[in-house]
């Protein structure tokens, strides 16, 4: 299956959710883990990156055919 732009920004919202409800999360249980809050940012740089470069790659696939 062939994902599309609609598809990689559906999954990247609803990551960055995910993500914004962990970072509440931490910041109420864990208000002083700084490793858990630096975890949490991890993870959204992380996110961001790959859906980025999944739709970079949308795009060459798309200017390729």
Do not use: F, H, W
């Not at 509440?24 to 940012?41: C, G, M, Q, T």
């Amino acid at each position: 299956m062939i994902m599309g732009k609609s598809d990689v920004k559906r999954i990247q919202t609803t990551l960055e959710v995910v993500t914004d409800n962990l970072d509440d999360l931490v910041n109420e249980s864990l208000p002083d883990n700084d490793r858990a809050k630096d975890l949490v940012s991890y993870l959204y740089r992380v996110i961001s990156d790959v859906c980025s470069e999944i739709d970079d790659e949308i795009e060459v696939e798309a200017n390729n055919q």
